[in-house]
């Protein structure tokens, strides 16, 4: 399947707005870590984080927000 898109304007970012059909296709929701990757420099990749990794993920985060929170709230002003 292939679809064209544009990117939307979303505060000081852009975003990609991925329709309800693409996502229950796939299989995901607004709960879902997606790991977004590129092997050519040119194209992106998104998929779906397995359960173990999602869990592993989000241990990370809480880490790293608890141990760099100052210097996070630093760089986003």
């Known amino acids: 399947m292939s679809i064209i898109k544009k990117l939307t304007k979303h505060g000081n970012s852009y975003s990609l707005i991925i329709d309800k059909a693409i996502l229950e296709l796939i299989g995901i929701d607004k709960t879902t870590?997606?790991?977004?990757?590129t092997s050519d420099g040119e194209s992106l990749l998104l998929k779906p984080l397995e359960e173990g990794e999602e869990k592993k993920f989000t241990k990370s985060l809480k880490t790293?927000?608890?141990?760099?929170?100052?210097?996070l709230k630093k760089l986003a002003k």
Do not use: G, M, P, T
């Open 33 to 37: 870590f997606l790991e977004i990757s």
């Open 64 to 71: 790293v927000n608890r141990k760099y929170s100052k210097a």
